[in-house]
């Protein structure tokens, strides 16, 4: 019974593994070459998180068709894929092949997973009862590890937006004020904080770009708003749009609302600091307090056990 599902890991990972070196290094036909050689001539790439990944590029075509037996058995719905490609934005990551990649990435921790422990369950000779709970696991793994790496990357991110909006909204003040207009002070804002808060450089940058080639300036800030998914960046859109709308000093809105979002910022300070109090129960009573009565009533029970000993 070892022998046989050991045999069976072996071929099926023999198999997989010619498949993907077949979809990946399979030779063209001359037509495709040529007419991809010609996108590569006139379609420029796209940057995504700092990576630059070309739209008919390698990577999105072996990620196409890795993904494609997944979008076929479970195709995803108009309202998931507005979801994933919102949830992939939020992260950082505005390429069109990002949610194929990041499906494709989902096929590999489902499959690889599962694979990798049952050929170590096979080397190792588990019993199949053990084995099998084991790829179970694995598979369960497989499917939340993508998801659990795309939240914490959103989590991470809207934290560096959230602590640079501080300083973006004290440099657009000045910026207002000096006499800039409000697109002028959001382009000198993404300028001069593109090495110390490059997250909000980006999308300030973006939102100008946009309004530069044509789309309204209040479709803009909200699309600004909905790219990054941070409460006190959609709050200050809304300042934004009502002032506009309505007329009023954009120089002393922006500087109000800069003024409480420093009260919050410090407020946020203040709660992380209480937190630490609590956060470090758990590790002072498991490792620093046993250690401490071991260093203290070690040589006092040493002593006492001699002292019994010797009556």
Sequence with gaps: MLLII?????????????????????????ATERLRRLGERNAGSTATAGIIIAEDSPVAEFAEKIAAPLNRLAPPSAAEARKLQKQLMQAG?????????????????????????????????????????LILFAFVVGFFVPRYFLKRTIRYRQQRIRWGLADA????????????????????????LKDVHPDISEEF?????????????????????????????????????????????????VRIFSDSLRTKRRQRAEQAAQKAAVKLLFPLACFLFPTLFIAILGPAALTLIDTLGNM
Excluded at 96 to 118: D, E, F, K, S
Excluded at 174 to 184: C, D, H, R, T
Excluded at 218 to 233: I, K, M, Q, S, W
């Design 205 to 253: 940058e973006l939102a100008n770009l946009e309004i530069r080639v044509g789309r309204d300036r209040e479709e803009a800030l909200r699309n600004l708003a909905e790219r990054t998914g941070v409460d006190d960046l959609c709050s200050l859109v809304a300042m934004l749009i009502q002032a506009d709308r309505f007329g009023t000093s954009i120089a002393r809105a």
């Design 6 to 30: 050991t045999l069976s890991t072996f071929i099926c990972f023999s198999l997989g593994v010619m498949g993907v070196y077949w979809l990946v290094f399979r030779p063209q036909s001359a």
């Design 93 to 133: 990551f505005r390429s069109p092949n990002a949610p194929v990649i990041y499906r494709a990435i989902q096929v590999g921790t489902l499959i690889g997973l599962p694979g990798a422990v049952a050929l170590l369950c096979a080397l190792l000779a588990r019993p199949f009862g053990d084995a099998l709970l």
């Design 169 to 192: 909204l004290d440099l657009m003040v000045v910026s207002i004020e000096a006499g800039l207009g409000l697109n002028a002070a959001m382009l000198r804002v993404s300028d001069e």
